[in-house]
């Protein structure tokens, strides 16, 4: 059994810190968007809708998510009105999802909420120590995804 290397034993800490970081945001996430009937995994789709219309495999695949979860999810949204399915002149079978006005009063009370809970959870921190935190993470993401996808 091999051992793991110093970086192997930081990635594994690292990793199992970036698990319990992800509980604690879908948890306050959760917060966020219940008093808009909400989840932290409704609100990730209604942002990723929120610039413009997308397909849900759009969707799922700059979320990283399965398309079946992402379906459910906006089947949910669609039913509670916050989006609606619009034809794709691009693709007659891969509809788009785009947000409805309750979905849009939605994105808008969010926006300013999640800023005011982005700024008090930056308190304390650089920008730079922030961005080096974001360069790591990303290069990371790309690692994987490159591991997963490895060229022919």
């Known amino acids: ?9 930081a990635f594994t800490d690292l990793l199992l810190e970036v698990f ?9 996430g959760d917060r966020l968007t ?3 009937g909400l989840s932290s995994a409704r609100w ?23 398309r079946q979860s992402v379906q459910q999810l906006t089947d949910a949204l ?20 785009q947000l409805t006005a309750k979905g849009e009063a939605a994105a808008a009370h969010l926006i300013p909420a999640q800023a005011e809970w982005a700024n008090r959870m930056g308190e304390g921190q650089t920008s730079e120590t922030l961005q080096a935190a974001l360069t790591t993470l990303r290069a990371l993401r790309e690692r994987l ?8």
């Open 145 to 152: 995804e490159q591991d997963a996808n490895p060229a022919p």
């Open 44 to 66: 990730q789709v209604l942002g990723m809708v929120e610039h413009g219309p997308v397909t849900v495999a759009q969707i799922s695949r700059v979320m990283g998510l399965a």
């Open 78 to 97: 669609e039913r509670d009105g916050f989006l609606a399915y619009v034809d794709n002149p691009g693709h007659r079978r891969a509809r788009l999802v």
């Open 1 to 9: 059994m091999p051992e793991l290397t110093a970086e192997g034993a």
């Open 34 to 36: 219940r008093p808009l």
């Open 20 to 28: 319990r970081l992800n509980g604690r945001l879908l948890d306050a």
